[in-house]
């Protein structure tokens, strides 16, 4: 059973370009979870999404960023017309949810985005 | 607002060495706890996940408690090994929220 997938795992773009990262979680699990991780900072939750519903996007930026859980195919983290300050590891997790106590997100290898 | 601490930032210690890492939070309504660790450059790996109702767990050489009345949790790793280096994180679920809030880590190096 293969772990949560990421791509790719390393990702340059200049300023003012798009960036998509891809995240294909654990077999069977239908929760996904977006988190960033600044240089020397700590783990920030982005974004919560079930297939083709977001549920919660509170640590979501409200321009720039956008994500997706289609039905078929991977969840997808967009950011346009990316800064300097998006420069981060954006780590993606997958959930298969059994109670609200016993919920065991397991994550993927993460992104490294670098902005020139 | 739920805040995670992790003390100390940094430990050194030499192979062999029972340690604890120690996770402090402000919010004690929390549905579960999770210790993770973080090697360079790689994702995070699951340790040990502590339900709300329960009050330790143990996997292998790692114990981790949780006494959510003193908003604290420790992990206690046993016969500590080099290859034990790596970040330690801590985070938690809050009541109504499915995401995690993480604290800053622990970044643990065993000498040989």
């Known amino acids: 059973n293969a772990g949560v997938m990421q791509n790719p795992r390393h990702l340059v773009r200049r300023r003012g370009q798009e960036a998509r990262l891809r995240c294909s979680p654990m077999?069977?699990?239908?929760?996904v979870y977006w988190y960033r991780q600044l240089p020397e900072e700590g783990l920030k939750f982005m974004v919560y999404l079930q297939k083709e519903n977001i549920i919660d996007e509170s640590g979501m930026p409200k321009e720039r960023f956008s994500a997706e859980f289609p039905k078929e195919g991977p969840s997808i983290l967009r950011i346009q017309q990316v800064v300097r300050g998006d420069s981060a590891a954006y780590f993606c997790a997958s959930s298969q949810y059994r109670t609200k106590t016993q919920e065991t997100q397991y994550f993927g290898p993460g992104t490294r985005l670098l902005v020139l | 607002k739920q805040e995670v601490t992790q003390i100390p930032a940094a430990l050194s210690v030499p192979e062999g060495e029972n340690l604890v890492l120690n996770c402090s939070f402000t919010d004690s309504a929390i549905y579960n706890l999770q210790w993770f660790r973080q090697d360079p450059g790689k994702g995070l790996t699951s340790l040990l996940l502590?339900?709300?109702?329960?009050r330790e767990q143990t996997s292998g050489r790692l114990n981790a408690s949780l006494d959510k009345s003193s908003g604290r949790s420790t992990l206690y790793i046993a016969a500590s090994q080099p290859g034990d280096s790596a970040t330690y994180l801590c985070?938690?679920?809050?009541?109504?929220?499915?995401?995690?809030?993480f604290g800053s880590g622990t970044r643990l190096q065993v000498q040989p």
């Open positions: 077999k069977g699990h239908s929760h």
């Open positions: 502590i339900q709300s109702s329960q």
């Open positions: 985070a938690l679920a809050d009541t109504g929220r499915r995401a995690l809030t």
